[in-house]
């Protein structure tokens, strides 16, 4: 059975999505970061390119095309995890989310689609529930192997900066977009309480985040030994060559890198690892929920939650005391 059949429409397409998307980009892109733009952007002219491609007109999306929609998804594209034979529930929440805020938009814009889009319709739309998947955190054997891996990088400036990044992600919790968006002014070593202060972090908040002994020393050194004389606005961190901003496929590689030197297994190796580890570290510490809800920079309590359930065996002993934390 056609698309078409299947909405039962007798009327030709009206509003195609693509300009639409493009609209709504354009008229929210101060709402989010410029990572956050372009996954939003993403995920949008993907739907877009589906409905215009079947001629499915911005006013007949509803929840049956958006389930239709993501169906595709599973049966087309391919999972970029490895080891993974489908897109993951979270991705597909992912889409939804992108489409829903879309949709949303153009239910209250005045000017053109609040004419062609019904704000009950999009509420209707829902989200697929995400799959609980425990992910491991890195033990202290672990993280002393990544160490060690370390000074086989091909330099000592290298060996530096990557002892930086893992104490630096091990020791503030921050996401690797964010690592690699610091320039040497947020880093504050100077201060009487050093921390690192995360610009613009995922929905455009600014936090800052205290360091520890450690992480300050390992930090105080690279800057002094391979950042001196830079300007404040100059990356923290910068790639091979020293001359650009270091990206998250660089981290992303390195922690690959390292992984495979230091013979880790049963945990993946990469920089969300990390802050999961230090999530997971500061909760066995009793550290307050709220409160490291606000070092991850989440949203909600809802999602550090989340980041508790990966103690795996000890999940159940913490269980009370989130559950306390919520009350």
Known sequence: MSHLNILKKDIPPCIPVRPAVSDYLAATKRRRNAYSQKGYAQRLYCFADWADGLQVALEWIDAGVVDQFLDHLVTTHT???KGATQLSSATLSGFCTAIKS???WASHDRAIYGDFVEERTVRGIVRPKIAFIIIESFSPEQIRALLVACDDEEN??????AKAI???LLGTGIRCQECCRLTLSDVRTQDENPSVLVRSGKGNKDRKIPL???TLRKIQYYISTYRANQPGSAPLFTNREGKEALTVAGVEQLMQRLGQKASITGVRCSPHSLRHTFACTCIKRKMSIYALSKLLGHSSV???ERYCRALGADFDALAEMVQGQLR
């Open 79 to 81: 999972p970029k995890k």
């Open 102 to 104: 879309f949709l949303l």
């Open 156 to 161: 000592e400036r290298q060996v530096a900066r």
């Open 166 to 168: 893992i104490h630096l």
């Open 212 to 214: 520890g002994p450690i």
């Open 302 to 304: 809802t999602m550090t």
